[in-house]
């Protein structure tokens, strides 16, 4: 007689590396998310967009650990958040990296000491070792070798970012959290941190979560964008399905003016 085989949990390696279920958001009366899922696949490219207030901030900080959850669960990489033990946690901290919106350097600190400061916390490599690993992620970023001994107030709104992003590199993460990376930047100058981004996440294979704004970014790099309305992620689809969506929020935002011109834009440099 043939018995049925107990189910065989999934590795935790080939699990998600982000899955949020039910989160609960509140700041006293103020519910931010109300039974909110969200999963965001390997490899994947996600555009995060709401309007002002949606709680898309709240979401980025309840998943790497700032806000805790009022209810529901966040699984990174198949660990559930809530349940990991400190010793987990600082394992899996390693794995993501965070670009905030301001780029949260140190002010007193050089580029390449900002860079390599995650290197020292989480690794005993040699200084030596860590300060030529910083450089090499000063230069990925594109910026000129010269950047590394500048204090950040010394460099451009652009430049400031790029350093942010070697920082959040430093320690090779799988995933990449960017908050309203382009920001502040000029059309020319978003449009160069777009293609870094879109090639640093071809050539390294990571998964990024994107808080964004921007029309341009959605168009040129997501794999696809969740939509965060009524307190919850309202639809997660291609930007080109979206523009198909029934919702006054998602048809406002995509075929307003600025979409519809950033949609064009698209379609005539895919061609
Ligand atoms: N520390 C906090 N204390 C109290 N309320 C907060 C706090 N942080 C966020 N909120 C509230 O949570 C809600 C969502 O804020 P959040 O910053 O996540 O919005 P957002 O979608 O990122 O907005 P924006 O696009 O304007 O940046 C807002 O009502 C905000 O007032």
């Not at 320690?171 to 777009?194: K, M, Q, S, V, Y």
């Amino acid at each position: 007689m043939k018995t049925a085989a107990a189910p065989v949990p999934a590795p935790a390696e080939a699990a998600p590396p982000i899955q949020v279920e039910g989160l609960v958001s509140r700041f006293g009366d103020n519910v931010v998310h109300d039974d909110l899922d969200l999963t965001v696949e390997r490899g994947e490219v996600l555009g995060v967009v709401g309007g002002s207030g949606t709680g898309k901030s709240v979401l980025l900080n309840s998943i790497i650990g700032l806000k805790t959850p009022d209810g529901g669960v966040i699984r990174l990489f198949g660990e559930d958040m809530q349940e990991a033990s400190r010793r987990k946690w600082t394992a899996l901290e390693r794995r993501w990296g965070v670009l905030f919106q301001q780029g949260a350097l140190f002010s007193n600190l050089t580029v390449r000491e900002n860079v390599a400061a995650p290197l020292f916390e989480h690794t005993r490599l040699p200084k030596s070792e860590i300060l030529e690993l910083a450089d090499l992620k000063i230069a990925l970023t594109g910026l000129p070798p010269r950047a590394g001994a500048l204090k950040p107030a010394e460099l451009s709104g652009g430049m400031r970012k790029r350093a942010g992003l070697a920082r959040a590199l430093a320690l090779d993460p799988e995933l990449l959290f960017l908050d309203e990376p382009t920001a502040g930047l000029d059309p020319i100058g978003a449009a160069a941190f777009d293609e870094l981004i879109k090639d640093l996440s071809d050539s390294l294979d990571l998964t990024v979560f994107m808080i964004t704004h921007d029309l341009d970014s959605l168009y040129t790099i997501t794999d696809r964008v969740a939509v965060l309305a009524d307190k919850k992620v309202i639809a997660k689809a291609p930007v080109e399905e979206l523009e198909h969506s029934d919702h006054p929020w998602i048809k406002e935002y995509f075929l307003g003016p600025r979409g519809r011109a950033a949609g064009k834009a698209a379609t005539a440099r895919s061609r």
